[in-house]
T-cell receptor, first 116, second 116 residues
Framework: DGGITQSPKYLFRKEGQNVTLSCEQN?????MYWYRQDPGQGLRLIYY???????QKGDIAEGYSVSREKKESFPLTVTSAQKNPTAFYLC???????????????FGDGTRLSIL | AQKITQTQPGMFVQEKEAVTLDCTYD???????LFWYKQPSSGEMIFLIY??????QNATEGRYSLNFQKARKSANLVISASQLGDSAMYFC?????????????FGTGTRLQVTL
């Protein structure tokens, strides 16, 4: 079945450590996104990518980095510069085609990141 | 900048009854898209329904319908014949119409509890 796979489901980070969250999709979507969700809040956009080898900062990019070397993959690195990384991270993708952006985003199951 | 407001932190509805979840938005764009997503306790985001700003008819998808009032800048979700499986968080979101990636701005969500 086509979909988005995020791994791991749970992740723990030590102080000063970088960690990488994986996101893979087999939907042949051009656009991919990373969101952060804090308890009781909606999703906030961290980074997004419209095509391979290109990505843009979202609303809360500080302390995060991404790469888009393959169409299927959009890993997110939470760096030690992110002082409050504990959150639920969701990856999404969409066809991203057309001037009128009416294509829904399809989401993975998320990764819960906690500080040790 | 776009903003979504969901003023109902929690709602209760009896099984088989209809319920309306409120969503108001603010944008200076003439063209935009409005989305509703469902988030069960497991965490994944499930796309429910879409409404374009130039669509003259309210969107419907099975038991879901979107009550779109452009002049009031509201896009309320109506769930008919509620089921126990409808218990979840519901998020309203909007995207600009320009560009190939549908960057979403989310509200803070409404937690719906369906009771017997």
């Amino acid at each position: 079945d086509g979909g988005i796979t995020q791994s791991p489901k749970y992740l723990f980070r030590k102080e000063g450590q970088n960690v990488t969250l994986s996101c893979e999709q087999n939907l042949n979507h051009d656009a991919m996104y990373w969101y952060r969700q804090d308890p009781g809040q909606g999703l906030r956009l961290i980074y997004y990518s419209q095509i391979v080898n290109d990505f843009q900062k979202g609303d809360i990019a500080e302390g995060y980095s991404v790469s888009r070397e393959k169409k299927e993959s959009f890993p997110l690195t939470v760096t030690s510069a992110q002082k409050n990384p504990t959150a639920f991270y969701l990856c999404a993708s969409s066809t991203g085609q057309g001037y009128y952006s009416n294509q829904p985003q399809h989401f993975g199951d998320g990764t819960r990141l906690s500080i040790l | 900048a776009q903003k979504i407001t969901q003023t109902q932190p929690g709602m209760f509805v009896q099984e088989k009854e209809a319920v309306t979840l409120d969503c108001t938005y603010d944008t200076s764009d003439q063209s935009y898209g409005l989305f509703w997503y469902k988030q069960p306790s497991s965490g994944e985001m499930i796309f429910l329904i879409y409404q374009g700003s130039y669509d003259e008819q309210n969107a419907t998808e099975g038991r879901y319908s979107l009550n779109f009032q452009k002049a009031r800048k509201s896009a309320n979700l109506v769930i008919s014949a509620s089921q126990l499986g409808d218990s979840a968080m519901y998020f309203c979101a909007m995207s600009p119409a320009t560009g190939t990636a549908s960057k979403l701005t989310f509200g803070t969500g409404t937690r719906l509890q369906v009771t017997l």
